[in-house]
C-alpha cells in the first residue's frame, strides 16, 4: 500500500509540475509586441516562441531558473525565475548588429526552419523587385509560382502552383478566403501590390482551419496593418502599353490603441496597342477604381485586437478588335468585341481575445461578406454573374497540459448565393444556385522545441451538394542536423468546380459548350476530390564564406474525381465530364540561393512537371504546361550612404520548355497549331534609386528580349468563323514593355 501511495504522490506532483508556467508579453521599445521572439530556459532546449501579440507560455524547468529572451536586431536579456508568474519584457534595439543579422533582418524572401508546413514568406521588399501593381504580377520573381497570361483578350494573369491552375489553390487575406467562386478569373488583379505586407506560400494541402478546398497550397496575403503604417505613402507609375496607376495611403492613429488607414486605387490604360498586327487588342482598355478603409484596435493588456475593412471596387475592361466601338458593335457580328465590368464590395472583420493570465489561450473570430456582380460579353457569348457570400470562422486555440502540446479548434459557416446566367452561341440559360456548408476542425500541433514538429488536423463539414465528409491533414518537420529541415505532409481536398467562372477564357473562343455525366449536383458534375503528397528536404550553409541553401521539393497529387476541361475532343467544342480514369501531377523543384558578395543574391531553381489525365480521346499531358522550366533571379544593393541614398539592381530570367498545344489537326491547315509550342525565355530587370528615407524613382522592363508569340489567335481573321480561338496562349503576346514609377512617404 505504501508503495501505491509513493507512486501516486509522485504522479500528483508531477502532473502539478507540469502545469506550473512561466508567461508574459515580449515588447520593444514602443510597447510594440514583437512576434517570434525567442524565450528559452538556458542550458536546455526547452523554451518557445511568442505569438501575434507578442505573448508567450512556457513550462517550469527544474533544471535551470534562467530564461534567455531573444529578437534579431534586439539586446537579449536573461531573467531569474525561481516560481511560475507572468512577466513583461521589453528589449532594446542592438547598437551594434553584425552583418549576417542585417542580411537575416532584410530578407525579402525566407523559409523556416522550424515550422512544419513547408512555406516562403515573401515580404513587401519582395514586391518591390518588379511592376507588382496587382496580386497577379507579384509572383514573377518566385520560382515556386508559375504566371502566365490566361487568354489573348482579357490582358488577364493565371497562375499555377505545382502544376495545378488557381482553382486548387485557397486563396485568401488575412485568413480569410477571397479569391474563389465568381472571382476566380479576375480577383487576383482586385488587389493592389501597395496594399500587401506579405505573402505566405504553403505548398501542399494546407491547414484544416482554413478550409476543406485547398488541394495543391495555400496562398495568404497579409495587408498592411494601420497601427504600423505611415500617415502617408504615394505610389505613381505609367508604362509603354499606356497603363497609369495611382496608389495612396492615408493612416491616422486616433491613440496607442485606435488606427485607421484610407487605400485609394485608380488605374487605367488609354491607348489601343496591337504589337503583333493581328487586328486585335494585345491588352485591354480599362479602368478601376478601388478603396479599403481599415480600422485596428489593440488593448495588450486586456488582450483584445480586432480588424474592420470596408472595401468597394469597379473594374472596367474592353477588348476586342482595334476597330470594335461598344455602343455601336456590342452583340453584333460588325466587329468582336468584348467588355468586362464588375463590380465588388466587401466587409469583414476579425476579433481576437487573448486571456491576460494565460497567454496560451485565445479565441479568434472572423466574419465575412462578399458582393461580386460580373457582366460580359465576348463576341456574341454572354456570361453574367452575381455572387454573394457569407463567410464565419471561429477559432480556440490553446494547450494540452504544456506549451509543446497545442490545439486548434472551431467552427465554421460558409454560404455562397450565385446567380449565373450563360449564352454560348444561342440564348441565356439560368444555371444559378446556393451552396451552404457548416463544419467543425480540429488541429493538434506538437513542438519539441528543438528537431520536430507535428501538425495533425482533420475537419467534419455538411454541404448542401458535396455532401458530409471527413478532411484530414498531416504535416511533420524534422531537423536531422544543423541548418537541414525535412518536412513531409499528406492531406485530402474536395472543391465543387465553377466551370464557367474558372474557364472564362472559353468565352472568347467559337467552341460549344457541353456538359457530360449531367448527374451531379454542380453544372451536373460531381465534386472534386484529390489527395496531395509532399516530401521536402532543405539545408542551409556556408559557400566561400557567404550565406546558401539548397532545397529540394517533391509533390504529388492524385485526382480521385476531376472536373476535366477537354480541350482535345473536338477544336470546336470544349466538353466538361467527371474523371473517368486516372489524372495526377507530380511537381519537382530544386531550389539553390547564395550571396555571391556583399549585397549580392542569386536564386535558382529547376522545375519539373508530369501532369497527365484521362481524356475522352486517351491520356495525354495537361495542355498549356511545360514540362521544364528554369528560373534565375539576381539582387543586388549598393550600400546605404546618407539619408538613405541607395542603388537597387533586380534581374529575373525564365526559361519555358515546349508545351503541348490543344489539338487542332481537324482544322483546315490556316488554322492548325503544332502539337508542341517552342521553348523561350523571358527576362524582366529594374533598377531602384532612393534619394532619401521617404523617396525613390524607379524604372524597368518586362520580356526584354522581346519574344512574342506567334498566331496568338487562331481564327483571327474571321472571329465569327468556327476555328476562332484566343484561349490557346503559352507566351507573351505583347512584346517589350516599360515602365517607371515613383514612391513617396510621409514618416
Given at each position: 500500500?505504501?508503495?501505491?501511495?509513493?507512486?501516486?504522490?509522485?504522479?500528483?506532483?508531477?502532473?502539478?509540475?507540469a502545469?506550473?508556467k512561466?508567461?508574459?508579453?515580449?515588447?520593444?521599445?514602443?510597447?510594440?509586441?514583437?512576434?517570434g521572439?525567442?524565450?528559452?530556459?538556458?542550458?536546455?532546449?526547452?523554451?518557445?516562441?511568442?505569438?501575434?501579440?507578442g505573448?508567450?507560455?512556457?513550462?517550469?524547468?527544474?533544471?535551470?531558473?534562467?530564461?534567455?529572451?531573444?529578437?534579431?536586431?534586439?539586446?537579449?536579456v536573461?531573467?531569474?525565475?525561481?516560481?511560475?508568474?507572468?512577466?513583461?519584457?521589453k528589449?532594446?534595439?542592438?547598437?551594434?548588429?553584425?552583418?549576417?543579422?542585417v542580411?537575416?533582418k532584410?530578407?525579402?524572401?525566407?523559409?523556416?526552419?522550424?515550422?512544419?508546413?513547408?512555406?516562403?514568406?515573401?515580404?513587401?521588399?519582395?514586391?518591390?523587385?518588379a511592376?507588382?501593381?496587382?496580386?497577379?504580377?507579384s509572383?514573377?520573381?518566385?520560382?515556386?509560382?508559375?504566371?502566365?497570361f490566361?487568354?489573348?483578350?482579357?490582358g488577364s494573369?493565371?497562375?499555377k502552383?505545382?502544376?495545378?491552375?488557381?482553382?486548387?489553390?485557397?486563396i485568401?487575406?488575412?485568413?480569410?478566403?477571397?479569391?474563389?467562386?465568381?472571382s476566380?478569373?479576375?480577383?487576383?488583379?482586385f488587389?493592389?501590390?501597395?496594399?500587401?505586407?506579405?505573402?505566405q506560400?504553403?505548398?501542399?494541402?494546407g491547414?484544416?482551419?482554413?478550409?476543406?478546398?485547398?488541394?495543391?497550397?495555400?496562398?495568404?496575403?497579409e495587408?498592411?496593418?494601420?497601427?504600423?503604417?505611415?500617415p502617408f505613402?504615394?505610389n505613381?507609375y505609367?508604362?509603354?502599353d499606356?497603363?497609369?496607376?495611382?496608389?495612396?495611403?492615408?493612416?491616422?492613429?486616433?491613440?496607442?490603441?485606435l488606427?485607421s488607414?484610407?487605400?485609394?486605387?485608380?488605374?487605367t490604360?488609354?491607348?489601343?496597342?496591337?504589337?503583333?498586327?493581328?487586328?486585335?487588342?494585345?491588352?485591354?482598355?480599362?479602368?478601376?477604381?478601388?478603396?479599403m478603409?481599415?480600422?485596428?484596435?489593440?488593448?495588450?493588456?486586456?488582450?483584445?485586437?480586432?480588424?474592420?475593412?470596408?472595401?468597394?471596387?469597379?473594374?472596367?475592361?474592353?477588348?476586342?478588335?482595334?476597330?470594335?466601338?461598344?455602343?455601336?458593335?456590342?452583340?453584333?457580328?460588325n466587329?468582336?468585341?468584348?467588355?468586362?465590368?464588375?463590380?465588388?464590395?466587401?466587409?469583414?472583420?476579425?476579433?481576437?481575445?487573448?486571456?491576460?493570465?494565460t497567454p496560451?489561450k485565445?479565441?479568434?473570430?472572423?466574419?465575412?461578406?462578399?458582393?461580386?456582380?460580373q457582366?460580359?460579353?465576348f463576341?456574341?457569348?454572354?456570361?453574367?454573374?452575381?455572387?454573394?457570400?457569407?463567410?464565419?470562422?471561429?477559432?480556440?486555440?490553446?494547450?494540452i497540459?504544456?506549451?509543446?502540446?497545442?490545439f486548434?479548434t472551431?467552427?465554421?459557416?460558409?454560404?455562397?448565393?450565385?446567380?449565373?446566367?450563360?449564352a454560348?452561341?444561342?440564348?441565356?440559360?439560368?444555371?444559378?444556385?446556393?451552396?451552404?456548408s457548416?463544419?467543425?476542425?480540429?488541429e493538434?500541433?506538437?513542438?519539441?522545441?528543438?528537431?520536430?514538429?507535428?501538425?495533425?488536423?482533420?475537419?467534419?463539414?455538411?454541404?448542401?451538394?458535396?455532401?458530409?465528409?471527413?478532411?484530414p491533414?498531416?504535416?511533420?518537420?524534422?531537423?536531422?542536423?544543423?541548418?537541414?529541415?525535412?518536412?513531409a505532409?499528406?492531406?485530402?481536398?474536395k472543391?465543387?468546380?465553377?466551370?464557367?467562372?474558372?474557364n472564362?477564357?472559353?468565352?472568347?473562343?467559337?467552341?460549344?459548350?457541353?456538359?457530360?455525366?449531367?448527374?451531379?449536383?454542380?453544372?451536373?458534375?460531381?465534386?472534386?476530390?484529390?489527395?496531395?503528397?509532399?516530401?521536402?528536404?532543405?539545408?542551409?550553409?556556408?559557400?566561400?564564406?557567404k550565406?546558401?541553401?539548397?532545397?529540394?521539393?517533391?509533390?504529388?497529387?492524385?485526382?480521385?474525381?476531376?472536373?476535366?476541361?477537354?480541350l482535345?475532343?473536338?477544336?470546336?467544342?470544349?466538353?466538361?465530364h467527371?474523371?473517368?480514369?486516372?489524372?495526377y501531377?507530380?511537381?519537382?523543384?530544386?531550389?539553390?540561393?547564395?550571396?555571391?558578395?556583399?549585397?549580392?543574391?542569386?536564386?535558382t531553381?529547376?522545375?519539373?512537371?508530369?501532369?497527365?489525365?484521362?481524356?475522352l480521346?486517351?491520356?495525354?499531358e495537361?495542355?498549356?504546361?511545360?514540362?521544364?522550366?528554369?528560373f534565375?533571379?539576381?539582387a543586388y544593393?549598393?550600400?546605404?550612404?546618407?539619408?538613405?541614398?541607395?542603388?537597387?539592381?533586380?534581374f529575373?530570367?525564365?526559361?519555358?520548355?515546349?508545351?503541348?498545344?490543344?489539338?487542332?489537326?481537324?482544322?483546315?491547315e490556316?488554322y492548325?497549331?503544332?502539337?508542341?509550342?517552342n521553348?523561350?525565355?523571358?527576362?524582366?530587370?529594374?533598377?531602384t534609386?532612393t534619394?532619401?528615407?521617404?523617396?525613390?524613382?524607379?524604372?524597368?522592363?518586362?520580356?526584354i528580349g522581346?519574344?512574342?508569340?506567334?498566331n496568338?489567335?487562331?481564327?483571327?481573321?474571321?472571329?465569327?468563323g468556327?476555328?476562332f480561338?484566343?484561349?490557346?496562349?503559352?507566351?507573351?503576346?505583347?512584346?517589350?514593355?516599360?515602365?517607371a514609377?515613383?514612391?513617396?512617404?510621409?514618416?
Open positions: 500500500m505504501y508503495k501505491y501511495f509513493m507512486f501516486l504522490l509522485m504522479l500528483v506532483a508531477q502532473i502539478a509540475s502545469q506550473e512561466v508567461s508574459g508579453t515580449i515588447t520593444d521599445e514602443k510597447d510594440q509586441p514583437l512576434i521572439a525567442s524565450v528559452i530556459w538556458k542550458d536546455s532546449t526547452v523554451g518557445t516562441m511568442t505569438n501575434e501579440q505573448q508567450f507560455e512556457l513550462p517550469m524547468n527544474p533544471g535551470s531558473h534562467e530564461i534567455a529572451v531573444s529578437y534579431v536586431g534586439y539586446e537579449t536573461t531573467l531569474m525565475v525561481h516560481e511560475p508568474k507572468v512577466i513583461t519584457v528589449l532594446q534595439a542592438s547598437k551594434t548588429l553584425d552583418e549576417v543579422v542580411k537575416t532584410k530578407n525579402s524572401l525566407s523559409r523556416s526552419y522550424l515550422k512544419p508546413l513547408n512555406t516562403q514568406t515573401m515580404s513587401s521588399k519582395e514586391l518591390l523587385k511592376a507588382c501593381c496587382n496580386l497577379s504580377e509572383f514573377e520573381t518566385n520560382p515556386s509560382i508559375d504566371v502566365n490566361s487568354d489573348a483578350i482579357s494573369k493565371q497562375i502552383m505545382l502544376g495545378l491552375t488557381s482553382p486548387y489553390i485557397l485568401a487575406e488575412e485568413n480569410i478566403p477571397s479569391v474563389r467562386g465568381a476566380q478569373a479576375y480577383g487576383l488583379s488587389t493592389p501590390g501597395t496594399w500587401v505586407e506579405s505573402i506560400i504553403t505548398k501542399g494541402a491547414s484544416v482551419v482554413n478550409g476543406y478546398e485547398s488541394i495543391s497550397g495555400q496562398i495568404n496575403t495587408l498592411i496593418k494601420p497601427a504600423d503604417d505611415i505613402f504615394l505613381a505609367g508604362s509603354t499606356s497603363r497609369f496607376e495611382l496608389n495612396t495611403h492615408f493612416n491616422k492613429k486616433f491613440s496607442d490603441k488606427s488607414s484610407l487605400f485609394v486605387h485608380g488605374n490604360r488609354v491607348s489601343k496597342n496591337d504589337m503583333n498586327d493581328d487586328g486585335f487588342l494585345d491588352n485591354p482598355l480599362g479602368k478601376q477604381i478601388n478603396v478603409n481599415r480600422w485596428q484596435y489593440n488593448d495588450l493588456e486586456k488582450g483584445w485586437v480586432s480588424f474592420l475593412n470596408v472595401r468597394y471596387m469597379r473594374d472596367e475592361k474592353q477588348t476586342g478588335q482595334k476597330s470594335f466601338d461598344p455602343d455601336r458593335d456590342k452583340l453584333t457580328t466587329y468582336w468585341g468584348s467588355e468586362i465590368n464588375t463590380d465588388k464590395l466587401d466587409l469583414s472583420s476579425k476579433i481576437g481575445y487573448v486571456f491576460p493570465d496560451w485565445s479565441i479568434g473570430f472572423q466574419n465575412s461578406f462578399n458582393y461580386h456582380k457582366e460580359s460579353y463576341g456574341l457569348n454572354q456570361y453574367n454573374i452575381q455572387q454573394n457570400s457569407f463567410y464565419s470562422n471561429l477559432i480556440y486555440n490553446s494547450i497540459s504544456n506549451t509543446l502540446h497545442k486548434a472551431g467552427l465554421n459557416f460558409t454560404s455562397d448565393d450565385y446567380n449565373e446566367f450563360v454560348v452561341n444561342g440564348p441565356l440559360t439560368d444555371v444559378s444556385r446556393r451552396d451552404n457548416v463544419g467543425a476542425f480540429f493538434y500541433t506538437y513542438d519539441n522545441t528543438d528537431n520536430f514538429s507535428l501538425v495533425a488536423g482533420g475537419r467534419f463539414d455538411v454541404h448542401n451538394r458535396l455532401g458530409a465528409f471527413f478532411t491533414r498531416i504535416h511533420a518537420r524534422y531537423n536531422p542536423w544543423e541548418k537541414a529541415v525535412l518536412r505532409s499528406v492531406g485530402r481536398g472543391r465543387s468546380a465553377n466551370i464557367f467562372a474558372e472564362q477564357n472559353l468565352f472568347a473562343t467559337s467552341r460549344d459548350f457541353s456538359v457530360l455525366n449531367a448527374n451531379g449536383k454542380v453544372y451536373g458534375l460531381d465534386p472534386e476530390i484529390a489527395w496531395n503528397y509532399g516530401i521536402s528536404f532543405t539545408q542551409g550553409f556556408t559557400l566561400f564564406g550565406k546558401a541553401d539548397v532545397s529540394l521539393d517533391y509533390y504529388r497529387t492524385d485526382f480521385q474525381n476531376q472536373a476535366v476541361v477537354d482535345d475532343f473536338s477544336p470546336q467544342e470544349v466538353v466538361f467527371n474523371l473517368d480514369g486516372k489524372s501531377a507530380n511537381s519537382l523543384q530544386l531550389d539553390f540561393n547564395v550571396d555571391l558578395m556583399t549585397h549580392l543574391t542569386i536564386r531553381a529547376y522545375k519539373f512537371y508530369d501532369i497527365q489525365t484521362d481524356y480521346t486517351g491520356t495525354f495537361r495542355p498549356l504546361q511545360a514540362k521544364h522550366r528554369f534565375t533571379n539576381l544593393e549598393t550600400h546605404i550612404k546618407e539619408k538613405g541614398k541607395q542603388w537597387k539592381f533586380d529575373t530570367y525564365n526559361w519555358m520548355g515546349k508545351q503541348r498545344l490543344p489539338n487542332t489537326s481537324s482544322n483546315p490556316p492548325r497549331l503544332q502539337e508542341f509550342s521553348p523561350f525565355s523571358v527576362m524582366n530587370a529594374q533598377v534609386r534619394f532619401s528615407s521617404v523617396f525613390e524613382a524607379y524604372i524597368g522592363g518586362e520580356n522581346n519574344y512574342k508569340q506567334k496568338a489567335i487562331l481564327g483571327a481573321d474571321d472571329p465569327f468556327p476555328y480561338d484566343s484561349s490557346m496562349i503559352y507566351a507573351p503576346i505583347f512584346g517589350q514593355m516599360y515602365y514609377g515613383i514612391r513617396f512617404k510621409i514618416k
